[in-house]
């Protein structure tokens, strides 16, 4: 009565449950198992069919060895393991637990097994959703920073109460443009479903060429100032208008020349260079700093011209 019940509780159970035999070389080195015995779970778990008395090669050539390895240890040595693991050509994820059963010399292994491949997809995504977010929120958090820059100069010199009213006028556009950079970044922020997917949606939109370097120039100028750095721009005389995100451009504008600013000594000289070539407009930041390495070197973007009409 208790070995009906036993059988039983096997056949009706979830787990895959199945009984392999380590297949070794003259060597004494594993290199393959056969399947003795298995409930009727086990073709559910793992989408195998008629695998008693064939081995895992024959039913999975291109089976990783790594899991005749797991088995051909514990047939020897006789340690249980439990673990999770993938299989690329089955295309599933296994929570397994393995034992020696019989005598050693059988070399018989029971395994109880469950497919998590859905479960360990879900957690993987919740992994990459939570990096993305970390990724996301650390870039936000460092663009946040060069607007203030310009925004805090700016509420300095109206405190001051000696501008003229045309410089007044000046510095309050500076405050407005700035003020509305970062409602934006915010309102990135706000969007949950970019911060949980990592992404952020470019905007494409015709843009002066000549507008986008002087909002970064904007941004990065207390700096500049504060380390007594020349900075020169060359730009071609005539507007120069590109299909492309206004805010994304000058951040990455902005990044080159706070890059340039911060590692270059005080007193140091910093050039921007705007000029058309072909269908592209390039732009290049220079400085006379101690540089990087070629392959570590981001001092050129390249954005496509809009055709003239």
């Known amino acids: 009565d208790r070995l009906a019940l036993t059988d039983t509780v096997i056949e009706s159970m979830d787990e895959g449950l199945s009984v392999v035999e380590a297949i070794l070389d003259d060597a004494g080195r594993p290199v393959d198992y056969r399947f003795l015995e298995s409930n009727p779970a086990f073709e559910k778990q793992t989408g195998l069919v008629n695998a008693i ?3 895992a090669k024959e039913l999975v050539p291109d089976l990783e060895d790594r899991w005749v390895q797991i088995y051909g240890r514990v047939a020897l040595t006789g340690e249980p393991i439990r673990f999770v693991e993938q299989s ?28 998590v491949t859905e479960r360990t ?5 919740l992994k990459e959703a939570d990096r993305r977010k970390d990724e996301f929120l650390a870039m936000l958090a460092h663009e946040l920073r060069n ?14 109460g000696t501008l003229s009213p045309e410089r007044v006028a000046q510095t309050s556009a500076v405050i407005t443009r700035q003020v509305g950079h970062i409602t934006g970044l915010i309102d990135d ?15 494409k939109a015709r843009i002066d060429a000549k507008r986008v370097v002087a909002d970064a120039v904007e941004q990065v100028r207390p700096l500049i100032e504060s380390r007594g750095h020349k900075l020169t721009v060359h730009s071609p005389p005539a507007t120069t208008f590109i299909m492309g995100d206004q805010k994304r451009l000058v951040q990455v504008m902005t990044n080159l020349l706070n890059n340039a600013a911060k590692y270059t000594p005080e007193g140091g000289e910093i050039v921007l260079n705007m000029k058309v070539s072909g269908a592209f407009v390039q732009m290049d930041v220079c400085d006379n700093g101690i540089g990087l390495v070629r392959d570590l070197a981001a001092s050129q973007l390249g954005l496509n011209r809009e055709p003239e009409r």
Do not use: C, H
């Open 53 to 55: 008395g064939r081995t």
């Open 88 to 115: 690329v050509p089955m295309n599933r994820w296994f929570d397994v637990y393995a034992t020696r059963i019989g005598a050693a010399e059988d070399l018989k292994v029971a395994i109880l097994f469950r497919d």
């Open 121 to 125: 997809a879900t957690e993987q995504a």
């Open 147 to 160: 607007p203030l820059a310009p925004i805090a100069a700016a509420a300095e010199l109206l405190q001051l």
């Open 189 to 203: 922020l706000l969007d949950v479903s970019r911060v949980t997917r990592g992404m952020i949606p470019l905007t």
